[in-house]
């Protein structure tokens, strides 16, 4: 067969985006970007694990979801805890997605030497990727199949004053993504990243702030991408239901970058 020859299937286009029975597991999913992700995925046909230490914003996501999604209050950062959630997640079934959203910022001049917060930052934003990406990568290879999908950030390829924690973090989510996706290739297992830019969430537009700031604080957002525009968590769950679908069935060991443009602008 010429490549040419290759048999599109044009009669359902979108049909390869579907998550019909699939199992994700997603952590940070009681707020923001893990939240619209977990959304997402279940409106597409996903059973959803959801997963977060903010019990409360959980319950939240898991009411609005419904009966396709049960929730999973840990404190993640551990292999323990990776470890607990997937056996959760295995008494739904098999895991088919893995989404590693959870994480927080952290702004600290390296010359403070804030080793807590230091500290803080590298156990969830690196430590707990690493550990829900070996849970997953682990049960995933042996069943051939499987999709991981990490969240880092523009941070990653930038260089932010006070943000060297978690821009630290977020590079090394992105070298994970690379090597798991060397040693699970073979295995059927796709490992990804999405790296937002400025997402208005919690962590970015915190709900105590006035009306007035969180304009303040989207608009200057905006100025500092080509596109006009703000980014929200479902323009980052559209990119992972790319990756986590069977349309990303060729894409691993990619960084697919989610905002406005904006590391093209120094
Ligand atoms: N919002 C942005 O602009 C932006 C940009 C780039 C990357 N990101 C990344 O996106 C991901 C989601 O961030 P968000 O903007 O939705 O923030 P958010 O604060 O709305 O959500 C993060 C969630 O992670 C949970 N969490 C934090 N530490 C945890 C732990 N130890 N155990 C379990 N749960 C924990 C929080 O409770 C929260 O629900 C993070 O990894 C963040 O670094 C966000």
Not at 87 to 95: K, L, M, Q, S, W
Not at 138 to 154: L, T
Request: proline share 5%; charged share 20%.
């Amino acid at each position: 067969m010429t490549p040419v020859d290759y048999p599109l299937d044009a009669s359902r286009p979108l049909g390869a985006l579907r998550l019909d029975g699939r199992i994700a597991v997603i952590t940070g999913a009681a707020s923001g970007i893990g939240r619209g992700i977990a959304q997402m995925f279940a409106a597409v046909g996903a059973r959803v694990v959801l997963s977060d230490r903010n019990a409360q914003g959980l319950a939240e996501t898991a009411r609005a979801i419904g009966a396709a999604a049960v929730a999973h209050v840990a404190e993640l950062g551990t292999k323990d805890a990776a470890e607990r959630l997937a056996a959760f997640a295995e008494t739904i079934g098999p895991i088919d997605i893995w989404v590693n959203g959870a994480g927080i910022g952290s702004a600290n001049a390296v010359s403070e030497g804030n080793e807590e917060a230091y500290r803080r930052t590298i156990a969830i934003n690196q430590d707990a990727v690493f550990w829900g990406c070996s849970a997953a990568a682990r049960r995933m290879e042996p069943r051939g199949s499987g999709s991981i999908i990490n969240i880092s950030s523009i941070a990653a390829d930038k260089g932010d004053r006070k943000l060297a924690a978690y821009s630290m973090s977020k590079a090394a989510v992105n070298a994970l993504t690379r090597v798991l996706a060397n040693e699970g290739g073979p295995a059927g297992v796709r490992v990804n990243a999405v790296a937002p830019g400025f997402i208005v969430t919690e962590m970015t537009v915190p709900s105590d702030l006035s009306a007035a700031a969180r304009e303040a604080r989207i608009a200057q957002s905006v100025k500092r991408a080509p596109l006009p525009i703000a980014g929200y968590p479902e323009d980052v769950a559209h990119a992972a239901l790319y990756l986590a679908s069977d349309a990303g069935r060729y894409v691993t060991g990619q960084v697919i970058r989610v905002n406005g443009g904006a590391t093209m602008i120094p």
